[in-house]
């Protein structure tokens, strides 16, 4: 079994006092909430999944929430809805900003998740805003996003059901990223029979060691690779063929070929992979760590979709002993063309309305600041295209 590079590996957290675990000073403050709520606004309002929700800053922004723009994109695609509660999230993952060992020093609903804050707002208005839009939404997907909490599970459909009352599939498909820790084959099929469209897991890490030390027993969380898989597995045969995805995270101590042998892996089952370049949330226990390098990012970017989305088989990709990729095993000038087009290097996850290689879920800015993009929310352009080939160039020993 491989060592995991040190340099990667999660600090510990300092320990959390008794008074400030599982959302005790949101509790007794007990402040009710007044609508739409700003991350360290005001005192923390005690909210609560199905009525609140969180949700991402580009989706508040492009609902009308609260002001703002987004750097060279005129709105987000995807509707992240993001369950809140008091008592947060309580798993621990070493890379997420949700974790629970941040409750020492914020509020669940006051932290910075994916690089930025989640305002929380009542589900009802955000349907009303969706419904009032009507055909001309700009959002091709709404997704809710599932943590570690014991009313997660039946809280998921509740906000599926009020959604589905008001806002056609065919306007909006629904996706679930869900918290397999918790569920049940039944749970899963109750989100499909609701009309739920994909169903996502958070693998996240891609190798069993790295899943333990990330978000197992390394710290002290409750996710084991195995549920994971076993949900993932139920999940593809209730949902179907295409209708799964696995999000994985690039850059925590995994080799190339271990994130590639999985995006295989999910191509042959008929599901897909999407991934994440790995950045240090503030506040993480991984916030030390350094960003994923780009040059090695682009590589598996682009090897990622040459598995799902060219017909290249993974066994014509060459890696190093230490499992670096270092040759596409593709002719160049077929190569040159899928680069050119930009779209190997857009964020990835569930389709939107454009093409089945389009995400809808383009998540601006998750995973980079916007002055070194990883993963394109929008089309790249010439000048992208041209910093594209340099940084796959930077490997040097990559046939590209
Ligand atoms: S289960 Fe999800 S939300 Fe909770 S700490 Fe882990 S990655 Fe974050």
């Given at each position: 079994?491989?060592?995991?590079?040190?340099?990667?590996?999660?600090?510990?957290?300092?320990?959390?006092?008794?008074?400030?675990?599982?959302?005790?000073?949101?509790?007794?403050?007990?402040l009710?909430?007044?609508?739409?709520?700003?991350?360290?606004?005001?005192?923390?309002?005690?909210?609560?999944?199905?009525?609140?929700?969180?949700?991402?800053?580009?989706?508040?922004?492009?609902?009308?929430?609260?002001?703002?723009?987004?750097?060279?994109?005129?709105?987000?695609?995807?509707?992240?809805?993001?369950?809140?509660?008091?008592?947060?999230?309580?798993?621990?993952?070493?890379?997420?900003?949700?974790?629970?060992?941040?409750?020492?020093?914020?509020?669940?609903?006051?932290?910075?998740f994916?690089r930025?804050?989640w305002?929380?707002?009542?589900?009802?208005?955000?349907i009303?805003?969706?419904?009032?839009?009507?055909?001309?939404?700009?959002?091709?997907?709404?997704?809710?996003?599932?943590?570690?909490?014991?009313?997660?599970?039946?809280?998921?459909?509740?906000?599926?059901?009020?959604?589905?009352?008001?806002?056609?599939?065919?306007?909006?498909p629904?996706?679930?990223?869900?918290?397999?820790?918790?569920?049940?084959?039944?749970?899963?099929?109750?989100?499909?029979?609701?009309?739920?469209?994909?169903?996502?897991?958070?693998?996240?890490?891609?190798?069993?060691?790295?899943?333990?030390?990330?978000?197992?027993?390394?710290?002290?969380?409750?996710?084991?690779?195995?549920?994971?898989?076993?949900?993932?597995?139920?999940?593809?045969?209730?949902?179907?063929?295409?209708?799964?995805?696995?999000?994985?995270?690039?850059?925590?101590?995994?080799?190339?070929?271990?994130?590639?042998?999985?995006?295989?892996?999910?191509?042959?089952?008929?599901?897909?992979?999407?991934?994440?370049?790995?950045?240090?949330?503030?506040?993480?226990?991984?916030?030390?760590?350094?960003a994923?390098?780009?040059?090695?990012?682009?590589?598996?970017?682009?090897?990622?979709?040459?598995?799902?989305?060219?017909?290249?088989?993974?066994?014509?990709?060459?890696?190093?002993?230490?499992?670096?990729?270092?040759?596409?095993?593709m002719e160049k000038?077929?190569?040159?063309?899928?680069?050119?087009?930009?779209?190997?290097?857009?964020t990835?996850?569930?389709?939107?309305?454009?093409?089945?290689?389009?995400?809808?879920?383009?998540?601006?800015?998750?995973?980079?600041?916007?002055?070194?993009?990883?993963?394109?929310?929008?089309?790249?352009?010439?000048?992208?295209?041209r910093?594209?080939?340099?940084?796959?160039?930077?490997?040097?020993?990559?046939?590209?």
């Amino acid at each position: 079994m491989a060592c995991l590079p040190p340099e990667t590996a999660p600090r510990v957290p300092a320990p959390v006092p008794a008074d400030k675990r599982n959302g005790a000073d949101v509790k007794a403050a007990s402040l009710a909430p007044q609508g739409l709520y700003r991350p360290r606004y005001q005192r923390t309002p005690a909210m609560r999944s199905p009525d609140y929700v969180q949700l991402s800053t580009a989706a508040a922004i492009t609902l009308g929430l609260i002001p703002g723009k987004l750097h060279r994109c005129s709105c987000t695609r995807c509707l992240n809805l993001l369950l809140t509660y008091p008592e947060g999230c309580r798993a621990n993952c070493a890379y997420c900003g949700l974790a629970r060992h941040r409750e020492r020093e914020t509020n669940y609903a006051d932290r910075n998740f994916i690089r930025v804050d989640w305002p929380a707002v009542p589900l009802d208005e955000v349907i009303e805003r969706i419904a009032a839009q009507g055909e001309a939404t700009p959002f091709e997907r709404m997704c809710i996003s599932m943590i570690t909490h014991p009313n997660s599970d039946a809280d998921t459909p509740r906000v599926l059901e009020r959604w589905r009352a008001r806002i056609p599939h065919a306007r909006i498909p629904v996706s679930i990223l869900s918290n397999p820790t918790t569920m049940r084959r039944e749970d899963v099929r109750e989100l499909y029979d609701l009309g739920a469209e994909i169903f996502t897991v958070a693998l996240d890490a891609c190798t069993p060691q790295v899943f333990e030390r990330t978000r197992g027993k390394g710290v002290d969380s409750p996710h084991t690779w195995g549920t994971y898989w076993r949900v993932f597995d139920e999940a593809r045969a209730i949902f179907g063929p295409q209708r799964t995805g696995m999000h994985l995270i690039v850059g925590m101590g995994e080799s190339d070929r271990d994130v590639l042998e999985i995006c295989a892996r999910l191509h042959a089952l008929e599901a897909h992979s999407h991934l994440f370049c790995f950045y240090p949330e503030r506040g993480s226990l991984m916030d030390h760590v350094p960003a994923t390098d780009r040059s090695r990012w682009r590589r598996v970017q682009l090897a990622r979709y040459l598995i799902e989305y060219a017909g290249h088989p993974f066994a014509a990709l060459r890696f190093s002993p230490e499992g670096a990729l270092v040759d596409f095993g593709m002719e160049k000038g077929k190569l040159d063309a899928i680069i050119a087009t930009g779209i190997p290097f857009r964020t990835s996850g569930c389709p939107g309305k454009q093409r089945e290689d389009v995400s809808a879920c383009d998540r601006p800015y998750g995973d980079s600041p916007p002055s070194n993009i990883a993963s394109y929310p929008f089309q790249p352009n010439g000048h992208d295209l041209r910093q594209i080939r340099r940084q796959l160039a930077e490997v040097g020993k990559v046939s590209a």
